[in-house]
């Protein structure tokens, strides 16, 4: 992501970005045999004929049963989870100091990756002079984790217009997060959405951290051209609800953290 932003006279800049079953129970059948005394049979009696259709016998179900423990149920939404970002605060104006709005910038890309606002994550960045500073960092917490936003390339262009302190120009900078974090409830949420399906479980916990440059990651064949494919590791399993079976995938996320469909997925 590429940000350029103007500076006013406290060095104030604004971020340009352009980064982009039942069971049964056994049952047991009691047999009577008896014997009585009686008249004997008349010779001219004749014993009775066999039946001629035998006894029919009830079809048993060959259907088998599916362990459902190890999969977490939950409702299907009905449409795709969207992120709902509401939840941030204010985005600061455009005459705020610089570092307030990069600290903004920074907590918006951390929870743009995760889906989910966290009420209580904090960011900072620090204060620097962007004629002589080329690389800052940003620090997120979010969930009581860190997540780092890196600045590099800062460049300060002035317009020669100054108070004698401060100079008026713009600054432009690349920034990009080294991780991100992954929710489980979230991914979950869309993964049952994706197969219409009431059962999902992805093996991790509640939520991670997620380091970008320990992900593989190759082109993307889905719809979304030029992204690139998170792969952290993480398998997921859901009910087939048509065929009553257990599938496992591993779990695959757009460079901005939405999961993949199976469907788009290069090699299955």
């Known amino acids: 992501m590429t940000g350029v932003t103007r500076a006013g006279l406290e060095t104030a800049a604004v971020g340009r970005r352009n980064s982009r079953s039942a069971g049964v129970w056994p049952s047991a059948a009691l047999l009577l045999f008896a014997t009585a005394c009686s008249s004997p049979v008349p010779p001219s009696a004749a014993p009775p004929a066999p039946s001629s259709s035998p006894a029919s016998t009830a079809p048993t179900s060959t259907t088998p049963s599916v362990d459902l423990s190890s999969l977490r149920q939950g409702k299907i939404p009905a ?44 960011s900072s960045c620090p204060a620097f002079d962007a004629r002589r500073t080329t690389t800052a960092t940003c620090t997120v917490t979010y969930l009581g984790e860190g997540y780092d936003y890196v600045l ?18 713009t600054i432009s900078y690349t920034a990009e997060l080294a991780s991100g974090p992954i929710i489980r409830d979230q991914v979950e949420s869309v993964l049952r959405y994706q197969n219409a399906t009431e059962y999902e479980a992805c093996d991790m916990p509640e939520h991670l951290r997620f380091a970008f440059s320990s992900t593989l990651r190759r082109p993307s064949g889905s719809s979304i051209a030029g992204q690139w494919i998170h792969v952290p590791g993480i398998s997921c399993r859901h009910l087939d609800p048509k065929t009553r079976t257990i599938s496992t995938l591993p779990l695959e996320l757009y460079e901005s953290g939405a999961p993949i469909h199976p469907s788009s997925r290069i090699g299955g």
């Open 79 to 122: 449409d795709y989870p969207k992120p709902d970002l509401s939840g941030l605060p204010p985005k600061p104006e455009d005459s705020a100091p610089l570092r307030e709005r990069l600290a903004w910038e920074a907590l918006q890309k951390v929870t743009d990756f995760a889906h989910r606002v966290d009420p209580g994550a904090r």
């Open 152 to 169: 590099r390339d800062i460049k300060f262009r002035g317009t020669g217009i100054s108070d004698g302190r401060n100079e008026q120009g």
